[in-house]
């Protein structure tokens, strides 16, 4: 396969998450980098073996030069991103553009008259929809295995420490410098459910506040920083206990800690929380977007959905409830389990996923425990404290999967997809038209098995098709 040459606009977090991926994936090989921090470049420079000529201070430096890639990845901050999309498209550059794809509506309409204009190809990234998660919960969808849609219940656990690191302190609290939650952070959630659904909504409504990271909520001896606060201990938002705790964990120091620092010691943290944005009391910011909102929606066809998200939640995979006229489907981000009402069946649909829509989204950042200070964490037991309940990745079935897998009396299909099948004319059902059946019985007991292709497999073993 050819490689995609790409040019990087904005050598960030995410820019760099996605130079990265390109590169450990063979599909693409940076060839130019405009970004205007000058360390920044010069790091994104000797990671992707890129000439100093060919590094830029902004992708204004960039777009005066003749094209000199195949396609630019804009990663710039939120507000940054129409005039280097306009300008790169009009360049011939095709697009891997980041999300928000602006922050006003005449500016994401200039964007996609720009890339019409010079027909090139554009992608916002809306990462959800690609997931092998969110194509077998369309799949089944599509395939009609809960009939017809009429409600869909979602949650976006933000997380509180997520809330905090960048929403209250960070890049994204302020709509005025970025844009509301919806846009800066729900825009995935929205995109994803009218995907899921098929069709936009013909009428919504929504509400949500800043309920809690303002000055009124701040408690009694609250300092304006956390080295200086008499009670930081007790706080849940402690500035020392995240990001002290990030030191020495690879992911963990690329984000969150990489947006605070680029010191990894105890003295640099300790620098930037005493002087930088990310050591100020959660009370004492500039914050204006909201900490919770939920946003009802109904489509065409009479299907509603209610959506929330939340910074007081563990931060962790969305999870999506569908409810449909002969079945009722529950994805936790990892695994559907589907009721089938015409037999009372329940099965599990595990589409193999490692990361999910989290990871995807966060980068190396998806679904993390709250770094921990020290090098030694607590040790945490199964089930208490880990897998869903405290934001990192659920395990596979069986390890802190609570309640609906340990429901009894029906009998209950545990499956595992086996890989894709080639895609077919309309692209149904990719996900599901092989799947294994590892275990099947009637009113079973819990799974302690953290792998469903484990020793703990038992049962019957055979191959179905489904679509
Ligand atoms: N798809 C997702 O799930 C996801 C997740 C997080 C963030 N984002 C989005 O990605 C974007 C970048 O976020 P980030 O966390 O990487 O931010 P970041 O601040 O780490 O990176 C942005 C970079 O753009 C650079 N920049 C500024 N002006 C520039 C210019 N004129 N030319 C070129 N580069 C310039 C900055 O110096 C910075 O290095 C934001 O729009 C954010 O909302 C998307």
Not at 45 to 73: I, M, N, Q, S
Not at 343 to 352: H, L
């Amino acid at each position: 396969m050819p490689r995609v040459t790409l040019a990087l606009v904005g050598a960030g977090l995410r820019g760099l998450t996605y130079a990265r991926h390109a590169r450990d994936t063979g599909a693409g090989e940076v060839v130019a980098v405009a970004e205007p921090d000058p360390v920044r470049r010069a790091a994104a420079g000797r990671e992707f073996g890129v000439p100093a000529h060919r590094l830029y201070t902004g992708w204004e430096e960039l777009a005066g030069r003749e094209r000199l890639a195949d396609a630019a990845v804009v990663a710039t901050q939120d507000r940054l991103h129409t005039a280097p999309a306009v300008r790169l498209a009009g360049l011939g550059y095709h697009l891997l553009l980041e999300k928000p794809m602006a922050t006003e509506e005449r500016e994401a309409t200039a964007v996609a008259e720009a890339a019409e204009r010079a027909g090139i190809m554009l992608a916002v990234c809306h990462v959800l929809r690609y997931t092998p998660y969110t194509r077998a919960l369309k799949s089944l969808l599509d395939s009609g295995r809960i009939g017809r849609l009429t409600s869909v219940e979602h949650l976006e656990p933000v997380g509180w420490w997520h809330q905090a690191h960048s929403f209250v302190r960070g890049n994204w609290g302020r709509s005025d410098t970025s844009a509301p939650m919806l846009l800066t952070k729900a825009c995935h959630d929205v995109d994803w459910l009218v995907h899921l659904v098929g069709s936009t909504p013909r009428r919504v409504s929504s509400f949500g506040s800043l309920s809690h990271f303002r000055a009124d909520a701040a408690p009694a001896g609250a300092a304006a920083r956390c080295l200086d606060c008499s009670v930081e201990a007790d706080c849940p938002y402690s500035a020392k206990r995240l990001y002290l705790g990030c030191l020495g964990d690879a992911d963990s120091e690329f984000w969150p800690l990489s947006a605070v620092t680029d010191t990894f010691t105890e003295e640099g943290v300790e620098r930037a929380l005493r002087t930088g944005p990310y050591g100020r009391c959660v009370y004492a910011c500039d914050n204006d977007v909201v900490d919770h909102q939920v946003v009802a929606m109904e489509f065409a066809d009479g299907a509603t959905c209610s959506f929330t998200m939340s910074a007081f939640t563990p931060m962790g995979h969305r999870r999506t409830r569908l409810h449909g006229t002969h079945g009722f489907a529950e994805g936790d981000g990892t695994s559907i389990r589907l009721v089938d009402f015409r037999t009372g069946a329940e099965s599990v649909v595990d589409p193999e996923i490692t990361a999910g829509a989290s990871a995807a989204e966060r980068g190396r950042g998806a679904g993390r425990r709250v770094p921990r200070r020290g090098r030694h964490r607590r040790r945490e037991r199964p089930g208490v404290g880990r897998g869903r309940e405290s934001g990192e990745p659920p395990g596979r079935l069986g390890r802190g999967t609570g309640p609906p897998y340990r429901r009894g009396g029906h009998r209950r299909l545990v499956t595992r997809t086996l890989g894709a099948a080639p895609r077919t004319g309309d692209d149904t059902g990719p996900h599901l038209q092989a799947i294994e059946v590892i275990r099947s019985r009637p009113d079973p007991a819990p799974s302690r098995s953290p792998h469903p292709s484990g020793s703990a497999r038992s049962g019957s073993s055979l191959c179905l098709g489904v679509s």
